[in-house]
């Protein structure tokens, strides 16, 4: 009931193509939903993050969708390019603060 | 502003020998402070958080353990390393009392055991 699922586990887009990823969790406690971008050799960083108050959020190309009722939420890349070649994490935190899940993250290559 | 430091970057060590890696926050009092390895392409294992000074919890049995001796200094120690501690070793830093912050990562420390 912790865990976090994600899928694709790996994902190829022309450049210029949108990019989807997602996730679907089951305990009702999770209330944030960030998403975090890799590159390899780095740490994950911060991309972009949801509360399950609002049903999308958008930062430049990057844009969450959240569907509370099923308990699934995405994220979305639109005008993909190159440079968002890495690997992506969502990930969920509960209402106590207390329990901090990664889902298992999706390879995403961006064709030039 | 805040900033995390891992070192070293990478390490190559011989199976049976010890571990030492560090991680220190600057720009933050009292934070969270977490220890994660990831697989070659896998995804993030929590080993250890702290939320203080010698607080720390431990969320899979293994080879490892976790010391905070200063309030911004975490520090992940084995006394004797096995083939299976190979991975990348991430530490990161949240917050302390507030829910629903995002976790800053380093850059983490590749190590490779022989």
């Known amino acids: 009931q912790q865990q976090v699922k994600q899928s694709p586990q790996s994902l190829i887009v022309q450049k210029g193509g949108i990019s989807i990823i997602n996730c679907a969790y089951e305990?009702?406690?999770?209330?944030?939903f960030p998403w975090y971008q890799q590159f390899p050799g780095k740490g994950p960083a911060l991309l972009i993050a949801?509360?399950?108050?609002?049903s999308e959020k958008k930062e430049g190309r990057f844009t969450i969708s959240f569907n509370k009722s099923a308990k699934q939420f995405s994220l979305h890349i639109m005008d993909s390019q190159p440079g968002d070649s890495a690997t992506y994490f969502c990930?969920?935190?509960?209402?106590?603060?207390?329990?901090?899940?990664f889902g298992p993250g999706t390879r995403l290559s961006v064709l030039p | 502003s805040q900033t995390i430091h891992q070192w070293p970057a990478t390490l190559v060590q011989p199976v049976g020998s010890p571990l030492s890696l560090e991680c220190t926050v600057e720009?933050?009092?009292?934070?969270?402070l977490y220890w994660y390895r990831q697989a070659a392409g896998r995804g993030l294992q929590l080993l250890f958080y702290?939320?203080?000074?010698?607080?720390i919890s431990s969320e899979v049995p293994q080879n490892l353990s976790a010391s905070r001796p200063q309030d911004r200094q975490f520090i992940l120690s084995s006394k004797k390393l096995l083939l299976s501690d190979s991975g990348f070793y991430l530490c990161?830093?949240?917050?302390?009392?507030?829910?629903?912050?995002?976790?800053?990562f380093g850059d983490g420390t590749r190590l490779s055991i022989l």
């Open positions: 702290s939320v203080g000074i010698g607080q």
């Open positions: 990161a830093w949240s917050p302390p009392g507030f829910r629903n912050q995002p976790q800053h």
């Open positions: 720009g933050t009092s009292n934070p969270n």
């Open positions: 949801i509360r399950p108050d609002v």
């Open positions: 305990n009702t406690a999770f209330d944030y």
């Open positions: 990930a969920a935190e509960d209402n106590y603060g207390q329990n901090f899940v």
